[in-house]
């Protein structure tokens, strides 16, 4: 079970982690949500969120328990992205980052922080309970692949009947 959730000896302020989650919907540089090395290869690190939704749910084992389920969405995400901001969203919810800081930290490299700076208030989440729960594909993606299997069921009948054609000149001689 510690493997499928995050689990806090501290008690968090989950209203505060739902005033934070809209800071992060939209498009930013997520320069510093991301680990140094996927930041390396060159590649921008401004990506869009679309939607994060949090829902409360009753711990499966303890219904005492309140347990939380945080659902990111979006076109792409970077190496470890959704990890730091759910660090960040959880250190905010503890106090020990502010939404000033949140805001500056989402400018990217444009921002005042440095990767030192970074590491003292940015927590990146474990990867327990981290879970890809559904690709989406845009419905133009989506109809080409419909016609992609179509035209290799196709291939395949076809192929099937040529085949069996052939087995049965075959028998015939």
Known sequence: SERLVWGFRHPIDWRAVESIIPEFIGEYDFHYFVASKG????RSTVRRIDEIHLERMKHEL??????????????????????????TIINFAMGKVTREDIKDLLKGPESKYTDELKSK???????????????????????????????????????????SLYNTDKNQT
């Open 39 to 42: 930041r390396k290869d060159g």
């Open 121 to 163: 208030i940015i927590l990146r989440a474990p990867g327990c309970g981290l879970f890809l729960k559904e690709v989406m594909y845009p419905d133009r993606i989506r109809e080409i692949s419909k016609q992609l299997l179509e035209q290799v069921r196709c291939e395949n009948a076809l192929l099937h009947r040529n085949l």
């Open 62 to 87: 303890n219904p005492n328990i309140d347990s939380y389920e945080l659902t990111f969405r979006g076109p792409s995400f970077l190496m470890y992205q959704i990890r730091f901001i759910v660090g």
